[in-house]
């Protein structure tokens, strides 16, 4: 029996189809990785520039933001704000990505750095 001429070249639509399906999914689970990925980012760059301000703080203060923005600079992101209250300081780092057919969106992230509250007397107890 002859196959019916109206059949021919169906497969090939279905394979497009289902590679055009494949190819979507697989762009939606890089575009969530690596806004996962740039969210780790942002945030470690803000707890390294917060660590890194409250270091000095005690000793330098005028001089720690300058090295949480050196910090946040080689991370790859923007120091937005930095404060150092007392030895505590407080910071705010922002990233801007690109994100296809939703456009450019800005990451931020922050972190605050300080002594402990507890004394070196009442750790040793």
């Given amino acids: 029996m002859p196959a019916q ?7 090939t639509l279905w394979g497009v189809a289902l590679m055009g399906l494949l190819t979507a999914v697989a762009m939606a689970f890089t575009t969530v990785g690596s806004v996962r990925v740039a969210r780790h980012r942002v945030n470690d760059a803000a707890d390294l520039s917060a660590l890194a ?4 703080a005690v000793t330098a203060p005028d001089s720690a933001c300058l090295r949480a923005a050196d910090l946040a600079a080689r991370n790859g992101v923007n120091l937005e704000r930095c404060t150092i209250t007392d030895e505590i300081a407080d910071v705010q780092t ?16 922050r972190s605050r750095a300080g002594p402990s509250q507890s004394s070196p007397s009442e750790i040793g107890e």
């Fill in 5 to 11: 001429r109206g059949d021919r070249g169906s497969a």
């Fill in 53 to 56: 301000a409250a270091r000095l």
């Fill in 94 to 109: 922002s990233l801007p990505i690109t994100l296809p057919a939703v456009g450019t969106r800005t990451l931020t992230g």
